[in-house]
């Protein structure tokens, strides 16, 4: 691959965003990390580390375009927030990311969906309206399709109190839960960007682990020995009540024997714990 090829990395201060920017530049590549505000600590860093910071908005087309000129891939990940998933408004912009790569002639985009199909999530179904607009854009393209994010674990995890950690989750200790790493999503984009010809035109869906409700308190007790219990809340946002009942009710049915022998380095929870779990950031919303 040319080394002087530039790669549009949008929520690059987010989860996935953060993670593919970073593994592109650990490549030895130029990265345009998209962000609404380049004086975050986040945005600092990625420019620390070489990346080229373009602030824009996904809900304007001309700034998305200007971002969009003379780059030879673009990831494209849509923000949203599960208590005000507002799927018009992921729509739209996932949708105007595909009219930028086209308008811009972009040689390759990868799009990050999700591992669910026709689930009755709203911020679930709306990602396969943006695969659909992406099929017929006519434009060399993947799709990864990541499960539950083993960071959204800093999130529903309280810090402990009185020597117990006590998480609330609208999860029956005994589902499985199906889990990947940031980290893992963004090293197998880079490798996608790598090495098109192995990805383009795949739909790869990316999990690393399942483990029971149950079993992820047990590893959070045994990664630093705080007594770790879930419970459930008393109530939930409707759109995230949603999300947990189809967790709960289907969950996940990714081939993680089968994703482990292409991708052997996929963490488990075990290991994230252990190397990338750190305590949390105030939260503006999530990617999936």
């Known amino acids: 691959m040319t080394a002087d090829r530039v790669f549009l990395v949008l929520g690059a201060t987010g989860n996935q965003g953060g993670a593919v920017a970073r593994a592109l530049l650990g490549n030895g590549r130029r990265v345009r990390a998209f962000v609404r505000d380049p004086h975050t600590a986040a945005a600092a860093e990625l420019a620390r580390l070489g990346a080229e910071l373009v602030t824009g908005d996904l809900d304007r087309a001309r700034s998305l375009r200007a971002a969009a000129r003379r780059v030879h891939g673009i990831f494209s990940v849509q923000a949203v927030d599960p208590a005000d998933p507002r799927p018009e408004t992921e729509v739209r912009q996932g949708k105007s990311v595909i009219d930028a790569a086209v308008a811009e002639g972009v040689g390759h985009v990868i799009y990050s969906s999700i591992a669910a199909y026709r689930s009755g999530v709203p911020h679930f179904d709306t990602k396969t309206v943006i695969e659909q607009y992406l099929d017929t854009a006519g434009l060399p393209a993947t799709v990864v399709r990541p499960v539950f994010f083993m960071e959204n674990w800093r999130y529903l995890?309280?810090?402990?109190?009185?020597?117990?950690?006590?998480?609330?989750?609208?999860?029956?200790?005994?589902?499985?839960?199906?889990?990947?790493?940031?980290?893992?999503?963004?090293?197998?984009?880079?490798?996608?960007?790598?090495?098109?010809?192995?990805?383009?035109?795949?739909?790869?869906?990316?999990?690393g682990d399942e483990l029971t409700v149950r079993q992820i308190a047990a590893a959070c007790t045994e990664a630093d020995g705080v007594p770790t219990r879930v419970e459930r809340p008393d109530r939930l946002p409707p759109a995230v009540a949603d999300m947990f009942a189809w967790l709960d009710e289907h969950g996940y049915r990714t081939d993680i024997t089968a994703l482990r022998r292409r991708f052997p380095q996929l963490l488990t929870f075990e290991t994230w714990l252990r190397t990338e779990a750190r305590p949390a950031p105030a939260r503006t919303g999530t990617a999936s």
């Open 157 to 207: 995890l309280a810090k402990p109190d009185n020597g117990v950690r006590v998480g609330t989750v609208p999860l029956d200790p005994d589902t499985r839960l199906q889990m990947v790493a940031a980290t893992d999503i963004g090293r197998i984009v880079a490798d996608a960007f790598e090495r098109p010809g192995e990805y383009i035109g795949e739909k790869l869906e990316i999990a």
